[in-house]
């Protein structure tokens, strides 16, 4: 399983990134995809995440209104929009898989419930 993520840079306070994640050796529609970050000194945290199957969607309280989450089936790959940037959301993301079991709602929200991770790319937001 390979879970490459993409997308991340440099970019100033108010504004916007798209990161992608490309899934490769996996079930990909059998699969949720979640989207964490973490910064230097801090634990991994949840930022978002897409059940398989369907279009629900989950978001930490951190992101409501400013990410968005969406899967693309057709190129197994998932992507995070990022608008309205704040220096707060520094932080190395990473991209992370479910498995093929059905997790909880709340099981997605927990780093434990995925077993398989990217590599993560980088996102700084200058003020």
């Known amino acids: 399983v390979q879970l490459q993520a993409s997308g991340g840079g440099l970019v100033q306070a108010g504004g916007s990134l798209r990161l992608s994640c490309s899934a490769s050796?996996?079930?990909?529609?059998?699969?949720?995809m979640g989207w964490f970050r973490q910064s230097p000194g801090k634990e991994r945290e949840f930022v978002a995440a897409?059940?398989?199957?369907?279009?629900?969607?989950y978001y930490a309280d951190s992101v409501k209104g400013r990410f968005t989450i969406s899967r693309d089936n057709a190129n197994n790959g998932v992507h995070l929009q990022m608008n309205s940037l704040i220096p707060e959301d520094t932080a190395v993301y990473y991209c992370?898989?479910?498995?093929?079991?059905?997790?909880?709602?709340?099981?997605?929200?927990?780093?434990?419930?995925?077993?398989?991770w990217g590599q993560g790319t980088l996102v700084t937001v200058s003020s």
């Open positions: 992370a898989a479910t498995g093929m079991g059905n997790p909880i709602m709340s099981s997605y929200f927990r780093p434990s419930t995925y077993p398989y």
């Open positions: 050796g996996l079930p990909f529609t059998r699969n949720g």
């Open positions: 897409v059940r398989k199957g369907t279009t629900s969607t």
